[in-house]
């Protein structure tokens, strides 16, 4: 193994990653945001958002995974210098990610009964249904924002989406506060004024996008007129094959992770605060393994349409090191800090949380030393899927995600987790092999499929 040959990839992927991996922690924030913010209403409003958040966060991963088709076919047309492939790519992804964000808006809408079956108390409810029925409307922007951005992702120009969340997050902080708490001649809307505040900072970040990439010379060519009669069903087919996958590959792993809240909930409340918090800490590391999953999806794309299948495995491979290297260093951190993180999320100075309080570190530090095996996992199998992604091989990946997440990880976290002593650590240990079991499938698929293309190109 030429490790240098590699390294020398390091610098163009970092380049690559961080604007992406910013943008994402940017989207973190703004649910931090409203949970600082809402938190100061009361538990039972912070309840309403956290149980109205889980069907938009469902739907989000849908929507999202979907629109992750258009980098791939973006980013090998690039390569291809073809530009009215490019152009015909973009517009119709963005009529694509219009009609999904509509759908999901409106089936979540319609999904609001499932929470009387859920056997939350009626105040939560009573305060969570308005709350989803304007985030749910968010999510039409959400989705069209993600249009945009995997075109500019695809033409390896990951700074836009950084830029434009940034301003989502300063119009969203700002809108918060004077809705939430009735600020100047606002009124105080409380839960609903943090709904508002979403939609009307998710409509900015789509405005910002498009008014940033039109004004762009080299990408004027893309934005003139969308002309309905230039939509063909065969480039519509082609980016629905491609979507539909990634979006169930998506929501598998979101619905294990969800299903991991309900099972730490059913053991107790302790247990479900450290779960909170170990997940909090392990998703904000996870968001630099997402940077790397889009630069592998771009730069796999790139080698791809250049033909260049030798040079594709050595790109894929410096991807998966480096974050490899990355994901060991946040395990050493992981370890190191385990009994102290979780301090960060509690109130030590509260006489009265003590007990409480104790027993949530004493939990969660147990399940950072999990994480910190597991985000090693994770941050490989999320890679090999962008690799994968950029193949523009989705369908097997689906069905492996699946056999993981769902055949080994799940069962084994409901059993470890409800009927042995490991309880909450048990859950974790079933999304350490579910995780294990994906990154190992996924690596073995690409190297496979990756070499048995190089050899059927040297052939030619």
Not at 141 to 154: E, L, M, N, R, S
């Amino acid at each position: 193994m030429n490790f240098s040959a590699y390294i020398k990839e390091f610098p163009y992927n970092i380049k690559l990653a961080y604007p992406v991996i910013l943008g994402m922690l940017g989207h973190t924030l703004i649910g931090i945001v409203d949970n600082i913010m809402v938190g100061n209403l009361g538990s039972t409003e912070l309840a309403a958002v956290s149980l109205g958040n889980s069907f938009i966060f469902i739907g989000m991963s849908i929507g999202i995974g979907f629109s992750t088709a258009i980098t791939p076919i973006i980013a090998e047309a690039d390569a291809e210098n073809d530009t009215s492939k490019i152009r015909s790519v973009f517009h119709h992804g963005l009529l694509l990610c219009t009609l999904i964000g509509i759908v999901l808006f409106m089936l979540i809408v319609m999904a609001k009964p499932i929470m009387n079956l859920m056997h939350q108390p009626a105040s939560v409810v009573a305060i969570a249904s308005p709350y989803i029925d304007w985030v749910a409307f968010s999510l039409i922007p959400v989705i069209i924002f993600q249009g945009y951005k995997q075109f500019a992702d695809g033409l390896s120009l990951t700074k836009y989406s950084m830029y434009a969340i940034f301003l989502a997050n300063v119009v969203h902080i700002f809108f918060n506060y004077v809705l939430i708490y009735g600020v100047w001649f606002f009124p105080k809307l409380d839960v609903l004024g943090a709904a508002l505040g979403t939609v009307i900072s998710r409509i900015m970040m789509v405005v910002f996008m498009h008014y940033l990439m039109k004004h762009n010379e080299k990408l004027k060519v893309y934005f003139g007129k969308i002309s309905f009669t230039k939509i063909r069903k065969k480039m519509l087919r082609h980016i629905v094959n491609l979507g539909l996958p990634s979006a169930m590959q998506m929501l598998f792993e979101v619905t294990l992770f969800t299903a991991a809240i309900w099972l730490s909930g059913t053991i107790g409340k302790t247990s479900q605060a450290a779960n909170q918090i170990a997940l909090t800490l392990a998703t904000t590391t996870f968001m630099f393994a997402m940077g790397l999953n889009v630069t592998a999806m771009i730069r796999v794309s790139n080698q791809k349409g250049l033909n260049d299948y030798k040079n594709l495995i050595i790109v894929a491979r410096s991807i998966f090191l480096l974050v490899v290297f990355l994901e060991i260093i946040f395990a050493i951190l992981f370890v190191a800090l385990h009994q102290v993180l979780p301090q960060l999320f509690l109130d030590m100075d509260n006489s009265l949380q003590i007990a409480d309080n104790t027993e949530v570190i004493a939990i969660a530090a147990q399940l950072l030393l999990v994480a910190a095996v597991f985000q090693i996992s994770d941050g490989i199998q999320v890679v090999v899927l962008g690799a994968l992604r950029g193949l523009q091989d989705v369908k097997v990946p689906m069905y492996i995600t699946f056999v993981a997440y769902w055949v080994i990880g799940f069962p084994i976290s409901f059993y470890l987790g409800l009927y042995t002593e490991l309880k909450a650590t048990g859950i974790w240990i079933g999304l350490l092999a579910g995780l294990t079991a994906a990154a190992l499938f996924l690596y073995i698929r690409f190297e496979r499929l990756s070499n048995r293309l190089l050899i059927e190109n040297q052939k030619e």
